[in-house]
């Protein structure tokens, strides 16, 4: 049901890289559970209002007062290659 | 020293207060248990037992095992993820801050399957659980640690997460209590989000007093999640004796076939002991709960995909493959830092919610979750609970669901309903059967469901049940008593 080609489709936009038997696992794996996922498909459910949240709320606030939050060097502690007080990455675009 | 383990959370904390046990060796007698823990049940376990003097508040001088899930500042939490191995957070989530403030402290955390995504605690990166009953079998997951250690012997009570299950199934395939408390009754402010719209945190203790007690300290609404609201009035230690008056809903659609058969008897045993207290059992029907494992399996890996974006070694955690561009780097630090079960779900979830399939899935998923809702408010208002069986099985085997994500997924079957209609409901420890292979008898974990905030009523006709199961009281703790003896329960 899903095939090798979307298997990697949705591997890239998951930033996933995925080994061939991996690819090939999770084609197999994915269209088992799409399989049992699918029998929802078939119910009509015109004009039902889907559930994002279960606890009715609307419009929580809070006043809107400064307060303190998370000084830099601890918000950096964590960071992989922190670097004058900013996250580090690779070029987005490297020429290797 | 064993004198003092014995003691239930209620009674110890009610002891310490009266300055006839000191806090300080109490915490130090859990903190040897904890030590010697042969399960993997921990992955972090603090390294002072600290000064404990007599800590004021009504969980004062107890120590708490808090799943890996929840962060806390000044020790390490990976969410069971190579991802996060030697992440330190900035902060401590507001559920272990309340605990903290009632004078609970933590004694360790516990082991996962990773980002909270299993039935069997297989998926850890840091290894499996073995369960307390029979360490050649699975404690359940997610919080599997959790519900070992407190079944094992090593925590006197521990906070877990349940999404779809994840604090009963685990409850009942260790022999414990285990409470989901409804969706918003307890801040998720620091616990590693999963799915956020089911998430909930809640207790893991050896008895339902001691679930009271430890959800009276954590409910509240908290300003750091907007959608936490608290439990209007609190929660009190129950007393209930009986359960004359109430009525108790078994789902008409219940696959009593899908159960084995020692699950069931213990089931069906159960019911004529509600009876036995004046409870009435009569049959409701949940037409849409058949559709509860589809409902939730798109549902819950598409919030994950979304959730776990974050992961992309950029500002914790770890990196791998900076030396190339950064699309690169993003991929490798993903590729290695997940598990195969978290990437299974990251990719289910990233299909469902991919252009042109939203709706089919997404979409036609939460349309059957307000069904779903819609069928439990519909019982409510014939009976008082909901129950089933809390797992169809026993304790599997480690390694026999393996290989068929689909089997695993199943076994949630009884508790994935619950958690979509964001209702509150327990697992109590109901009596003993083989499984079905045969070998030495596993504790049944019995599920009763309350509508939503109705968790002081849930806790008192858990109470009265406790009392006449005796489970609490016969059962023997496996772990102390060597592998694989287990005496003979109710």
Redesign the interface.
């Known amino acids: 049901m899903?095939d090798r080609e979307?298997?990697l489709h949705?591997?890239r936009?998951?930033?996933?890289?995925?080994s061939d038997q991996?690819v090939e696992k999770?084609a197999g794996?994915?269209s088992?559970?799409?399989e049992?996922?699918?029998?929802?498909?078939s119910?009509d459910?015109e004009g039902?209002?889907?559930?994002?949240?279960?606890?009715a709320?609307e419009n929580?606030w809070?006043a809107d007062e400064p307060r303190p939050s998370?000084p830099q060097a601890?918000?950096l502690?964590?960071?992989?290659?922190p670097q004058d007080g900013a996250?580090r990455?690779?070029?987005?675009?490297?020429d290797? | 020293m064993a004198g003092v383990l014995d003691l239930s959370v209620a009674e110890a904390a009610a002891r310490i207060a009266a300055t006839e046990l000191s806090a300080a060796e109490y915490f130090a007698a859990w903190h040897e248990a904890a030590l010697g823990d042969e399960l993997n049940a921990y992955l972090f376990q603090v390294d002072h037992p600290a000064a404990q003097q007599a800590i004021d508040g009504p969980l004062g001088g107890i120590p708490v095992a808090v799943k890996d899930i929840f962060t806390t500042a000044g020790s390490p939490t990976t969410a069971g993820s190579r991802i996060l191995e030697g992440?330190?957070p900035?902060?401590t989530a507001t559920a272990v801050r309340r605990l903290d403030a009632a004078g609970a402290r933590v004694l360790g955390k516990t082991n996962m399957d990773e980002f909270a995504m299993g039935s069997s605690n297989e998926n850890s990166a840091y290894g499996p659980v073995l369960n307390p009953w029979d360490r050649g079998r699975v404690p359940g997951g997610s919080s599997g640690g959790s519900a070992a250690a407190v079944a094992g012997g090593l925590a006197p009570c521990a906070l877990g997460t349940d999404t779809g299950g994840s604090i009963r199934q685990p409850a009942s395939l260790c022999g414990i209590v285990g409470l989901k408390p409804?969706?918003?009754a307890i801040s998720r402010y620091g616990m590693i989000a999963f799915a956020s719209?089911l998430d909930q945190c809640g207790p893991l203790t050896r008895d339902v007093t001691d679930a009271a007690l430890l959800l009276a300290a954590l409910e509240g609404r908290d300003?750091c999640d907007?959608?936490s609201?608290g439990i209007e009035g609190g929660i009190v230690a129950p007393s209930r004796e009986d359960l004359s008056g109430l009525r108790f809903g078994v789902p008409r659609e219940l696959a009593r076939d899908a159960v084995d058969a020692g699950v069931r008897e213990v089931f069906e045993a159960t019911l004529k002991r509600i009876e036995g207290l004046g409870g009435e059992i009569t049959e409701v029907g949940l037409p849409n709960a058949e559709?509860g494992?589809?409902?939730y399996?798109?549902i819950a890996p598409a919030e994950a995909?979304s959730n776990l974006?974050r992961y992309?070694?950029?500002?914790?955690?770890?990196?791998a493959g900076?030396?190339?561009?950064?699309?690169?780097?993003?991929?490798?630090t993903?590729?290695q830092g997940?598990g195969d079960e978290v990437?299974?779900r990251?990719?289910?979830g990233?299909?469902a919610l991919?252009s042109g399939y939203y709706d089919?899935?997404y979409?036609?998923?939460?349309?059957?979750?307000?069904?779903i809702?819609e069928d439990f408010r519909a019982a409510f208002a014939e009976v008082d609970f909901v129950v089933t069986p809390t797992s169809p099985s026993v304790a599997f085997g480690l390694g026999e669901k393996t290989d068929d994500?689909?089997a695993m997924?199943l076994n949630d079957f009884f508790t994935v309903p619950m958690s979509?209609?964001?209702i509150p409901a327990i697992s109590l420890p109901a009596g003993l059967a083989a499984p079905e292979g045969g070998g030495p008898q596993l504790p049944v974990g019995f599920q009763i469901a309350a509508p939503?905030f109705a968790e002081q009523k849930l806790l008192e006709a858990s109470f009265a049940l406790e009392q006449a199961v005796g489970f609490a009281a016969s059962a023997p703790v496996p772990y102390l008593m060597g592998n694989g003896e287990v005496g003979a329960g109710d």
Request: charged share 20%; hydrophobic share 45%; no cysteine.
């Open positions: 899903i979307q298997v949705v591997a936009l998951a930033r996933l890289r995925l991996e999770m794996e994915l088992g559970i799409l049992h996922v699918d029998r929802i498909g119910l459910l039902v209002e889907p559930t994002s949240h279960v606890v709320l929580v809070r998370l601890v918000a502690a964590n960071a992989p290659e996250f990455v690779p070029s987005p675009q490297a290797a | 992440y330190q900035p902060y409804t969706y918003g719209s300003s907007s959608t609201v559709h494992i589809s409902a399996y798109v995909s974006a992309d070694g950029v500002r914790y955690g770890m990196r900076g030396d190339g561009d950064l699309l690169e780097m993003y991929e490798t993903r590729s997940f990437k299974r990251i990719m289910l990233t299909y991919s089919a899935y979409g036609q998923a939460q349309k059957v979750r307000t069904r809702a994500p689909l997924y979509l209609a964001g939503a």
